[in-house]
């Protein structure tokens, strides 16, 4: 059985860097799919953040430009989100997701995570 | 950015009602090869969000047939028959097609 879980800091200071870890147990990352950040924020939005693929590649929501990095430790079969310079409009719940490539549909998600930045 | 409508917001419903959610996108979701990456999601308070439906009409594993997706090109239907309390929560959906990957606003399916 596939199973995700996040795992970071709760609270975060504005203008400070956010950074979680997906833990992936019951598959490995760099067989298939890719591996996905998702968020949601206060009053339900969702917005998908970017992922990396099981080679390695990564794809990023523009709207996040030059702020995100997606990246992996396959010896440990995580990924990690760093977001830079947060504000208090990162304030949600971040998801790590599994998409299928080709398929392009988010098959099995962690339990989230709820991050607050605030001084 | 693919913007994805989704009506309604809120849709207040007794058990074994059949009811719509309806989902636009502002572009068609088909891409060059007729395919359509349009999926949808159940998020249950407390719990991640789970798939329902991928492919516009492929109910994924385990999920009942009491739901059923249908739709083309830029108008897309979540249809849930003989709603069961386990069926109350937020429904999304997801255009796939056009990176940035993007959601619909959500529908909160509630009791009356």
């Known amino acids: 059985d596939v199973q995700l879980q996040e795992s970071g800091p709760g609270l975060v200071k504005p203008s400070q860097s956010l950074s979680l870890t997906c833990t992936v147990t019951?598959?490995?990352?760099?067989?298939?799919?890719?591996w996905n950040w998702i968020r949601q924020f206060p009053g339900n939005k969702l917005e998908w953040m970017g992922y990396?693929?099981?080679?390695?590649?990564?794809s990023y929501n523009p709207s996040l430009k030059s702020r995100i990095s997606i990246t992996r430790d396959t010896s440990k079969n995580q990924f990690f989100l760093q977001l830079n310079s947060v504000t208090t409009e990162d304030t949600a719940t971040y998801y790590c997701?599994?998409?299928?490539?080709?398929?392009?549909?988010?098959?099995?998600w962690g339990a989230g995570t709820t991050v607050t930045v605030s001084s | 950015d693919v913007v994805v409508t989704q009506t309604p917001l809120s849709l207040p419903v007794s058990f074994g009602d059949q009811v719509s959610i309806s989902c636009r996108s502002s572009?068609?979701?088909?891409?060059?090869?007729?395919?359509?990456?349009l999926s949808w999601y159940l998020h249950k308070p407390g719990q991640s969000p789970q798939l329902l439906i991928y492919?516009?009409?492929n109910r994924f594993s385990g999920v009942p047939d009491r739901f059923s997706g249908s739709g083309s090109g830029t108008d897309f239907t979540l249809k849930i028959s003989t709603i069961k309390p386990e069926d109350l929560g937020m429904y999304y959906c997801?255009?796939?097609?056009?990176?940035?990957?993007?959601f619909g606003s959500g529908t909160k399916l509630e009791i009356k």
């Open positions: 997701a599994r998409v299928r490539q080709g398929y392009w549909y988010f098959d099995v």
């Open positions: 019951g598959y490995s990352i760099t067989s298939d799919y890719a």
């Open positions: 990396i693929s099981y080679s390695g590649s990564t």
């Open positions: 572009q068609s979701l088909a891409n060059s090869y007729g395919n359509t990456y």
């Open positions: 492919g516009i009409s």
């Open positions: 997801l255009q796939g097609t056009h990176q940035p990957f993007t």
